[in-house]
């Protein structure tokens, strides 16, 4: 998973409730997004960013905030979480300039009651 | 909406048969790439056409790019087991630094 870790894994909430999702990489690349896999939907950004500080909407924000206080980590929060947000969330590192591919970390499973 | 679409949403074949997939997309692109995903895991890239290149290998992969249809096609020879998983094509716009995925193709490979 080219040293991307997210955290939790799992997480089971209420709506309403606050909930923070942890992105964290190793090798210092500067641009991370943020994904939901739904059904029938497949993979949709949320949030990206391009360096500490710098983030941009992606095409399903609403609901989400994100921050990126250090190039390592990339937070995505949900302010109140709804049942709409149940969904598998994927973080993502771009490789070398130039290159353009993704690597992704291992999703976590949010499942909101 | 989305860029990508791909087509066929599911495929299942035998073992030792080539599996093709295809992915339309809407806009002019800088590259268009194919990701694997297997059950419960992330997606892994497996490879990337460029939109000035029509073909290009990888093993068992074979890529095929049509600008001019803003069409592509993933080619899997000789499958095995082991290739059952989903497919994703991903577009990369020209001015953007991000992707954008198709809705996948599932692939069953039965032995």
């Known amino acids: 998973d080219a040293g991307i870790t997210q955290s939790p894994r799992h997480k089971v909430t209420e709506t309403g409730t606050p909930v923070t999702l942890r992105c964290h990489q190793t090798e210092n690349h500067r641009y991370m997004y943020w994904y939901r896999q739904d059904p029938g939907h497949g993979l949709r950004l949320i949030h990206y960013s391009y360096g500490v500080k710098d983030t941009d909407k992606g095409e399903v924000s609403d609901g989400y905030s994100v921050s990126r206080s250090k190039t390592e980590d990339f937070l995505l929060t949900l302010e109140s979480a709804t049942s709409s947000q149940t969904s598998v969330y994927f973080c993502?590192?771009?490789?070398?300039?130039?290159?353009?591919?993704?690597?992704f970390g291992p999703g976590t499973r949010l499942t909101v009651l | 909406s989305q860029q990508g679409e791909e087509d066929p949403q599911a495929l299942s074949i035998q073992e030792g048969e080539n599996a093709t997939m295809n992915c339309s997309y809407k806009t002019s692109i800088n590259n268009l790439q194919w990701y694997r995903q297997n059950s419960g895991r992330g997606l892994v890239h497996l490879i990337l056409?460029?939109?000035?290149?029509r073909e290009k290998h990888s093993g068992r992969l074979r890529v095929t790019l049509d600008t001019s249809k803003k069409s592509s096609s993933l080619l899997i020879t000789a499958s095995r087991a082991a290739d059952t998983a989903s497919y994703f094509c991903a577009t990369y716009l020209q001015g953007a630094q991000k992707l954008v995925f198709g809705q996948g193709t599932r692939l069953t490979i039965n032995p």
């Open positions: 056409i460029r939109s000035n290149e």
């Open positions: 993502a590192i771009m490789g070398l300039a130039g290159v353009n591919e993704q690597f």
